[in-house]
């Protein structure tokens, strides 16, 4: 079946972008922020919870702030600097109407005994806590370490674990310098975020994540954390107005985290981010990961809507769903093990100039009844691969070629739980394409994945009465597919 949306895709998007002018939130996104510890420097009743002075929780402009942890000194009057500027970057200049309507705050001290309830040797380790109170994003502003790569990989290992059971998204700070020894960025489900600070990839905590995932807008990583939950809290409130919740999955974790990375803007911007290299292997630099979040553009990837990809067997694509969509995502809930998956796009009228693609699924452990097994024997680990391979159509079957032979158009990663796709600068021949999944490992398992493609129209002549319809929807007879949408989003804070 093909899907063609040809003369009415930006007619669609106008639309999509007036139901999300119009249309109040279904449902606020809840954010818990995990902070190191107290200092002073702020003022005002908003940052008390902030700063843990006490357990009632307080409403200013709309936004209400609960203490989960200790509430030291009651009687308190100045409040963390550090965890009123995580606060400020996370809600942006949108302010009261930002999505972000709850926000829970913790010491991470707390959050690491009571929660994820770190405790080596992880053979008699209980299983981490629920966090509740419908919490959907946690951000880790901070850095720290047990001083032991053990119990590290045992904490990062049960924050995974969280991820994939809750259904969350873990934002965290990749930094090498500062307090102690990063701990939370080398969760491998979760969202590492760089900032203007050293940072090593291959530093020893890392327990197998080998990259930073991210940028944010600027500054420290601990403000460019929160720049990126903010987004993710704004994709997800979209995704529940646009009805892509639920049933459709717009809302799960893999799926915000794929989207934030195929939006993101690779151009150097920071004197740390200087120039983007790919690792030639999955296609992310280490250090810059996927590159400069950027709302706006992830925002259109999640306007493109849900694509389904369709089974493979031996190479042909089984009852496709062929879309000529230059945007949109996916959630499997289960890719059979040895099984492959693809969504074919027809680009015969395209000349193909940048595409990007993130395929993004989750690390587990094994639960041995009420217990958590963080050991090497207790990771669970599927190991997808993601390809654009030409297809061809024949006879009404539509069959994957062989590779295309182009670096950044395979991403096949042994030991990583992110493949990513970026081709720029070249141009493909037009014609039918699919994104193809493949799953190597002998169960079957859950991924989110998006993608956009820019490029230039080959002109068609339409017939008639479609022409007619062109012209009185888009305004203009000739259509040129080349969308890159404007930077825009939430404006910048000054911070130190």
Not at 366 to 388: C, H, K
Not at 441 to 458: A, K, L, P, Q
């Amino acid at each position: 079946m093909v899907k063609d949306k040809r003369c009415h895709r930006v007619l669609f998007a106008a639309l999509a972008g007036l139901v999300l002018s119009l249309a109040a939130a279904a449902s606020p996104v809840n954010v818990l922020i995990v902070e190191a510890d107290v200092d002073g420097g702020a003022s005002g009743p908003q940052y008390a919870p902030l700063n843990f002075a006490g357990t009632t929780p307080q409403t200013v402009s709309g936004i209400t702030y609960h203490a989960l942890s200790d509430p030291g000194s009651p009687t308190q009057t100045t409040y963390s600097w550090h965890a009123a500027n995580v606060r400020n970057r996370l809600i942006g200049a949108d302010g009261p109407n930002n999505p972000v309507k709850d926000i829970y705050c913790m010491v991470a001290d707390d959050f690491l005994n009571d929660y994820v309830k770190t405790d080596y040797p992880s053979s008699s380790a209980v299983s981490p806590a629920v966090i509740g109170n419908n919490i959907k994003i946690v951000n880790n502003s901070w850095v720290g370490s047990y001083g032991d790569t053990a119990i590290n990989r045992d904490a990062v290992r049960r924050m995974d674990y969280m991820i994939a059971r809750e259904d969350l998204l873990i934002v965290s700070g990749a930094v090498s310098s500062g307090a102690g020894t990063p701990l939370a960025w080398a969760v491998r489900n979760g969202i590492a975020v760089r900032g203007s600070q050293g940072f090593s990839p291959s530093h020893g905590t890392n327990i197998g994540k080998t990259h930073a995932d991210l940028w944010g807008k600027s500054g420290y990583a601990s403000y460019q954390t929160p720049d990126v939950s903010g987004y993710a809290a704004g994709l997800i409130d979209a995704a529940d107005t646009l009805g892509y919740a639920n049933g459709q999955n717009g809302m799960r974790h893999e799926v915000v985290k794929s989207i934030l990375m195929t939006g993101a803007d690779k151009t150097a911007f920071d004197s740390l981010f200087t120039s983007w290299t790919s690792n030639g292997i999955n296609n992310l630099d280490d250090g810059d990961g996927a590159g400069r979040a950027d709302y706006a553009v992830s925002l259109a990837v999640l306007e493109g809507g849900p694509q389904p990809l369709a089974s493979v067997t031996g190479g042909v694509v089984n009852a496709p769903v062929v879309t000529d969509d230059l945007r949109g995502w996916w959630y499997e809930s289960g890719l059979g093990g040895g099984g492959g998956q693809a969504l074919i796009v027809d680009l015969t009228s395209l000349s193909l100039t940048d595409l990007t693609a993130t395929l993004a699924w989750d690390v587990t452990q094994a639960e041995n009844g009420s217990f958590l097994d963080t050991t090497d024997a207790g990771v669970i680990f599927a190991n997808l691969d993601l390809e654009l391979l030409p297809v061809t159509y024949s006879g009404g079957v539509y069959s994957l070629g062989s590779s295309l032979g182009i670096a950044g158009l395979m991403s096949k990663s042994t030991g990583d739980n992110v493949e990513h796709l970026y081709f720029t600068g070249g141009a493909l021949t037009p014609g039918f394409y699919a994104f193809n999944i493949t799953n190597l490992s002998g169960f079957s398992w859950n991924y989110g994945f998006s993608y956009r493609i820019d490029g230039e129209e080959v002109i068609l002549i339409p017939e008639p009465g479609t022409m007619i319809l062109c012209l009185i929807s888009l305004g203009w007879a000739t259509v040129r597919r080349h969308y890159r949408p404007s930077r825009q989003g939430r404006s910048s804070r000054k911070t130190a």
